[in-house]
Protein backbone atom coordinates (compact mmCIF):
# COMPACT_ATOMS: atom_id res chain seq x y z
CA UNK A 1 0.00 0.00 0.00
CA UNK A 2 1.13 3.39 -0.85
CA UNK A 3 1.76 5.84 1.69
CA UNK A 4 0.94 9.43 1.79
CA UNK A 5 1.48 12.80 4.07
CA UNK A 6 -1.52 13.82 5.16
CA UNK A 7 -1.76 17.13 6.85
CA UNK A 8 -3.88 18.27 9.94
CA UNK A 9 -3.99 20.67 12.50
CA UNK A 10 -4.50 18.96 16.28
CA UNK A 11 -4.55 20.85 19.42
CA UNK A 12 -1.06 20.97 21.15
CA UNK A 13 -2.89 18.88 23.84
CA UNK A 14 -3.89 16.34 22.26
CA UNK A 15 -0.79 15.91 20.18
CA UNK A 16 0.87 15.78 23.27
CA UNK A 17 -0.91 12.81 24.82
CA UNK A 18 -0.28 10.99 21.42
CA UNK A 19 3.30 11.09 21.85
CA UNK A 20 3.34 10.31 24.94
CA UNK A 21 1.24 7.28 24.28
CA UNK A 22 2.91 6.40 21.56
CA UNK A 23 6.43 6.37 23.62
CA UNK A 24 5.06 4.55 26.45
CA UNK A 25 3.74 1.91 24.36
CA UNK A 26 6.76 1.56 21.75
CA UNK A 27 4.15 2.39 18.78
CA UNK A 28 5.21 4.67 16.13
CA UNK A 29 2.79 7.61 15.82
CA UNK A 30 2.12 7.19 12.14
CA UNK A 31 0.95 4.29 12.85
CA UNK A 32 -1.16 4.62 16.07
CA UNK A 33 -2.86 7.53 14.05
CA UNK A 34 -3.30 5.66 10.97
CA UNK A 35 -5.26 2.87 13.32
CA UNK A 36 -7.02 5.12 15.06
CA UNK A 37 -8.57 6.95 11.66
CA UNK A 38 -9.71 3.44 10.14
CA UNK A 39 -11.34 2.37 13.60
CA UNK A 40 -13.38 5.76 13.58
CA UNK A 41 -14.32 5.28 10.11
CA UNK A 42 -15.73 1.67 10.65
CA UNK A 43 -17.56 2.88 13.79
CA UNK A 44 -19.25 5.74 11.87
CA UNK A 45 -19.49 3.54 8.66
CA UNK A 46 -21.53 1.15 11.23
CA UNK A 47 -23.61 4.12 12.77
CA UNK A 48 -24.44 5.08 9.32
CA UNK A 49 -25.74 1.76 8.06
CA UNK A 50 -27.93 1.60 11.42
CA UNK A 51 -29.59 4.90 10.55
CA UNK A 52 -30.45 3.48 7.15
CA UNK A 53 -31.69 0.74 8.29
CA UNK A 54 -33.92 2.42 10.33
CA UNK A 55 -34.97 4.87 7.78
CA UNK A 56 -35.78 1.67 5.70
CA UNK A 57 -38.36 -0.56 8.56
CA UNK A 58 -41.27 2.29 8.02
CA UNK A 59 -40.84 1.51 4.10
CA UNK A 60 -40.95 -2.77 4.33
CA UNK A 61 -44.43 -2.43 4.72
CA UNK A 62 -44.84 -1.00 1.37
CA UNK A 63 -41.59 -3.50 -0.09
CA UNK A 64 -43.23 -6.80 -2.48
CA UNK A 65 -41.09 -10.16 -2.58
CA UNK A 66 -38.17 -10.63 -4.64
CA UNK A 67 -39.48 -12.76 -6.44
CA UNK A 68 -42.33 -10.61 -7.30
CA UNK A 69 -40.20 -7.34 -8.12
CA UNK A 70 -38.57 -10.22 -10.72
CA UNK A 71 -41.90 -11.58 -12.47
CA UNK A 72 -42.94 -7.59 -12.81
CA UNK A 73 -39.54 -6.93 -14.50
CA UNK A 74 -39.75 -9.57 -16.83
CA UNK A 75 -43.58 -9.16 -17.53
Known sequence: MEKMSYAVKISSNIR????????????????????????????????????????????EPQAIAFEEYLKQRNA
Do not use: M, P, S
Open 16 to 59: EKVRNFCDHHGIKQGYFVERALEEKLEREETVQDALELKRWKYQ
